[in-house]
């Protein structure tokens, strides 16, 4: 099963975070199917950059996000699109 969720980037107390599709199982840092967007939360907006057309892909395919990434894409619309999409 695919997971939408953070894997860790930077330096020590200075992280920055991409957001993934990978398979449930694997280790956090390990091999992503999809890089999909990053995350950066020592700004003080907390810049979110998400390739939505990728993760709304994803989403419909049945991959599962994490709370952390999932509210990320509420934060940024797209999950919103997503559940539009979902009714219609």
Known sequence: MLKLRLTRLGRKKQPV???VAMEALGKRDGKAVAYLGTFN???AENQVKVNEEEV???LSNGAQPTQTVKSLLVKTGTWAKFEESKRK
């Open 56 to 58: 709304l892909k994803f």
């Open 17 to 19: 975070y991409r957001i």
């Open 41 to 43: 939360p020592l700004f």
